[in-house]
């Protein structure tokens, strides 16, 4: 088995159980949630890069201050992605969180034709289409916009996009996401917990542990996914993904309790469509490419 595929499931399921983590801490809000688990990633990186000795890419980077202001817009963009799915969880909306994730991956098939300027097969026309069918009919169904999905695709697409154009790995760039929030969370931090009765105010030591915990629970699926991206092909990572919302949707309907419709399943049914044309498309791209190189060599030869 390639080892690959045990680095992309442990990382697709240690973000699929998520719900599990950030209900044992409901009791904390999930603004303080999001301040905590920025400083103890910070922390658990800060100490992981020094005993990988793996500090020389912030000098580089602060040669190019340049490039500050862009790793400071994805570093907003991964706070509000993780305030929208904490509240989504406290607040019982575990299957329209999972609904944001199915949808991200045709939010970055079009921020492919809006940013990068792509061309979309027809296959992907179709998918996109079916997709936002899917979207109104929720729409229509819950008697408003399922925000929070779109939230959370939209942001995490965007997020990735951001990520794609920088030279930093993912353990260097969140950490870099991380340091630029920090004079931020810290004081607000301390604000939050002397005017609002933070966990850290009230001396709730196991409450402090769990949210501590929040620092390796945010790293150790991001390096997962790292060494399994070097040695996946990338349409294989791409049907992996697919197991994290699917966890979450199963904990939302089984775990939870959340309702889940005939109604709901044909939204849901809709964008489940759209995700199998485009990972078919992908699967069969990717097979056709290492077909196509071995007849290059062939000519070649």
Known sequence: MNPGLFYA????????LFPLYFVLIRQVAPFEVVLQRSLWSLVFLGLLL??????AWLKQVLAEPRKLPLFAFSALLLACNWLVYVYAIQSQQVVEASLGYFINPLVNVLLGVLVLREKLS???WVAVALAAAGVAWLTWHLGRLPWIALVLACSFGVYGLVRKTSSLGALEGLAMETLLLSPLVLPVLLWWTATHDGAWAQSDLGTSAWLALSGPLSALPLL????????????????????SPSIQLLLG??????????ARLVGFGCIWAALALVSAEALRQSLRAPAASVTDQVVKG
């Open 122 to 124: 027809r296959v992907k």
């Open 224 to 243: 997962l996914f790292a060494m399994a991206a070097r040695r996946l092909p990338l349409a294989t990572v791409g049907l992996v993904q697919y197991l």
């Open 253 to 262: 309907i089984w775990v939870f309790h959340e309702p889940f419709s005939t």
């Open 9 to 16: 499931f442990g990382a697709f399921t240690i973000w699929g």
């Open 50 to 55: 020094t005993a990988l000795k793996r500090w």
